[in-house]
């Protein structure tokens, strides 16, 4: 049975809920027209086991590049045996291999999972719909399942926490800019390396949205970096357009 219907009368929340409440088995996917963006999550009996986003994958071999686990080379050994026929996904491929371990894959794709469902939590319009299919197959070694409800409870959290930087970055859209700074004496900047990230990407023309894809972080942690950069004068904000 299909559920379906567009966000303003059932809202994202509403819709995990019920998914989460009924149990249910199969693939929710969300498309946005403003956002000409789309994100699928694949429940299992209720519990959240997969997610995925069209603009902004959040992949899981990409994932762990960046976090050191997994080189190009491993990556491109993994897709290439894919492309030869093997079923099996990116990190059953890699966990036989002995490049990561159970527990890593576990760590990644829940991280994977949770940053494409907080982003849909924050989507108040576009359509839904839900289709109802079989479990997924997937080694049990390497499986997955996250607590709707409990994703729920950080997305609220999120969601609060975004609407008090809203004044100054009301959606992805904004640009960040580096700012002029005075002239005087030189100062001593101290950012963390994450931060340092984002700063060397800033350059006027890429918005937040876009600044998130290209470094593969969630566009609630690089607003957070954004804001806490625009709050000690390092940079200005553009509105897209303007």
Do not use: C
């Not at 026929?85 to 890699?94: A, F, S, W």
């Not at 101290?190 to 023309?205: A, C, F, K, T």
């Amino acid at each position: 049975m299909a559920i379906e219907g567009p966000l303003r009368e059932l809202g994202i929340h509403d819709v995990f809920q019920l998914l989460d409440l009924s149990r249910k088995t199969g693939t929710l996917r969300v498309y946005s027209p403003e956002k000409n963006n789309e994100g699928s999550v694949y429940f299992d009996a209720g519990t959240i086991v997969a997610a995925t986003m069209k603009s902004n994958p959040h992949l899981l071999g990409t994932i762990l590049e960046r976090s050191g686990k997994a080189t190009p080379a491993d990556l491109a050994r993994a897709t290439a045996m894919q492309r030869a026929g093997d079923k099996r996904r990116v990190g059953e491929i890699l966990v036989a291999h002995g490049i990561v371990t159970p527990r890593d894959i576990d760590r990644f794709m829940r991280q994977q999972i949770e940053t494409v469902v907080f982003d849909l939590m924050s989507w108040s319009e576009g359509f839904f719909s839900f289709t109802e299919e079989p479990p997924r197959p997937i080694r049990k070694d390497i499986a997955v399942r996250v607590s709707t409800e409990s994703l729920l409870m950080e997305g609220a959290r999120r969601i609060d926490e975004w609407s008090l930087m809203a004044d100054k970055i009301p959606d992805a859209r904004v640009i960040p800019l580096l700012a002029t700074l005075d002239d005087g004496p030189e100062s001593f900047i101290d950012l963390l390396p994450r931060e340092w990230e984002v700063l060397s990407i800033i350059d006027g023309e890429r918005n937040l949205h876009e600044i998130a894809k290209r470094l593969v972080l969630p566009e609630f942690e690089v607003a957070k970096i954004i804001y806490g950069m625009l709050s000690t004068g390092l940079i200005d904000i553009s509105l897209q357009g303007t």
